[in-house]
């Protein structure tokens, strides 16, 4: 299934390769089957989203999600070796939610002067292309009144056109789909076209930020976490970091930082006693971000719980608003994950990309300005292939001719994180999209 990769780069990777983390890697490993029986058990009695991608952190003893975005926009930065398996992947995808299907719309966001975005979406459209569907780029924009086409940096052009609504289906100048795809995330909230249709829309309309909230997925996260440590018998800290919700902030008029401030100090406990059971010698630090909303918007690294109530006008004001204008009215306080991976000398961490439920590729998002304990979604960062080589028996611990490749652990950690958001979405009724707010997974795992 995996290329030779014999005329690939590998991206020079400098990882902590001390302490549990090791040993972690290791009995995900020798665990193998056992995982991999428990996940197709789980894949019987839960649907996966049609596609996601899964930041991760490896801090050389702890290797976690720190975020799920169900409506990926990264596909061009993927290693276009591994784009058949990508193809395949959607096969299976497709043919689980419309065997006959032959088209499909394809709605991307509004972001028709971000070029990198708009290679995303060339590469998503070829893939779906390959994988034997007609594909037409239907536009939520007004100004888009008819066929219009955005040249692209790499020659290649796009063409978006309008949607229109008949019935209770959507469709472009008389193309009929079957499947109407979202790569638009819905931060500005559902789009009334979009509602109540016949045809299948995927993701869903309540995976949208209208709906989901970043703390239910990881309570769902919890949940799996815990399975699979039984599993495997490790500590479920090691792949599952802390969390609470603040569901009551305004960082403009300065309510609710008592709560903030208290969560903080709770979770910095927390992580310090783990650090002293683990004799880990770095500082505790939480990741503060919006509840829902990506784009790395609303994301600010706390050391002390005083910090909170020192913000000052340009801080609280960077943290009031995320994308679309949404404002911040409950945020996650997130254990902080160091990365202690770099490449070129650059911090970085490794997202991972999923179709179905197969893990079909990823790449290092690395920021030459940013630290090891600071969010590396942020202007200014850049992307590295990940390039999976070769399978690798021993994580470059024992065997000097292994190259730097960490496929399985990423792999595995990705999918855990892939069910709880299919756990997550089947909490939330179709129902909330229409201005309801998710639930908390109270789903089991076997």
């Known amino acids: 299934m995996v290329p030779s990769g014999e005329n690939m780069t590998v991206p020079r990777l400098t990882t902590a390769l001390t302490g549990p983390l090791a040993e972690l890697e290791r009995r995900l490993l020798g665990s193998m089957p056992a995982i991999e029986h428990w996940l197709r058990g789980e894949w019987q009695d839960h649907t996966a989203p049609f596609y996601c991608s899964v930041d991760l952190r490896n801090s050389g003893f702890k290797l976690a999600p720190v975020d799920t975005n169900l409506f990926p926009g990264g596909f061009n930065n993927l290693n276009p070796d591994f784009r058949p398996l990508c193809v395949q992947a ?27 975005f708009l290679q995303n979406i060339a590469v998503l459209q070829t893939l779906l292309r390959q994988a034997g569907l007609h ?72 995976a949208g930020w209208t709906v989901r909230r970043k703390s239910n997925h990881f309570a769902a996260y919890r949940q799996v976490a815990e399975a699979f440590a039984g599993l495997i018998g490790i500590d479920p800290w090691l792949v599952n970091p802390y969390f609470e919700k603040c569901g009551r902030i305004n960082f403009r008029e300065r309510m609710g930082e008592e709560c903030l401030e208290g969560y903080v100090a709770e979770i910095l406990d927390d992580i310090r006693a783990k650090y002293k059971e683990y004799d880990i010698r770095q500082d505790p630090f939480v990741i503060v971000k919006a509840d829902a909303g990506t784009y790395g918007m ?92 070769a399978p690798c028996s021993s994580p470059n611990l024992d065997d000097p001719g292994c190259p730097p490749n960490r496929f399985y652990a990423y792999g595995v ?18 129902e909330a999209a229409l201005g309801g707010t998710a639930v908390s997974s109270a789903a089991l795992i076997k």
């Not at 065997?99 to 709605?107: E, K, N, T, W």
């Not at 008819?146 to 019935?167: H, N």
């Open 135 to 206: 594909v037409r780029i239907g536009s939520l924009m007004r100004e888009v009144t008819g066929p219009t086409e955005l040249e692209l940096a790499s020659g290649a052009k796009l063409v978006l056109e309008p949607i229109e609504r008949r019935g209770n289906r959507v469709m472009v100048d008389g193309f009929d789909p079957c499947l109407v795809l979202l790569n638009n995330d819905l931060s500005g909230g559902t789009p009334e076209i979009l509602m109540g249709l016949e045809q299948n829309v995927l993701p869903p309309l309540h």
């Open 413 to 430: 950690i990705a999918r855990l994180a892939l069910l709880a958001a299919a756990i997550e979405l089947e909490a939330a009724p179709e």
């Open 298 to 389: 609303g994301v600010m690294t706390v050391k002390d719980p005083s910090e909170v109530l020192e913000l000052n006008r340009k801080q609280r004001s960077k943290m009031a608003v995320v994308k679309e204008g949404l404002e911040v009215r409950e945020v996650m306080v997130q254990e902080g994950i160091y990365t202690f991976e770099s490449v070129d000398d650059a911090v970085a961490e490794p997202v991972v990309y999923l179709i179905d439920h197969f893990v079909v590729g990823g790449f290092y998002r690395v920021h030459t300005e940013r630290g090891q304990d600071q969010n590396l979604n942020a202007p200014g960062m850049h992307f590295a292939p990940l390039a999976f080589a």
């Open 90 to 116: 959607a096969m299976v995808a497709i043919e689980k939610v419309c065997p006959d299907a032959r088209g499909v719309v394809l709605i991307p966001e509004s972001h028709t002067r971000n070029q990198f």
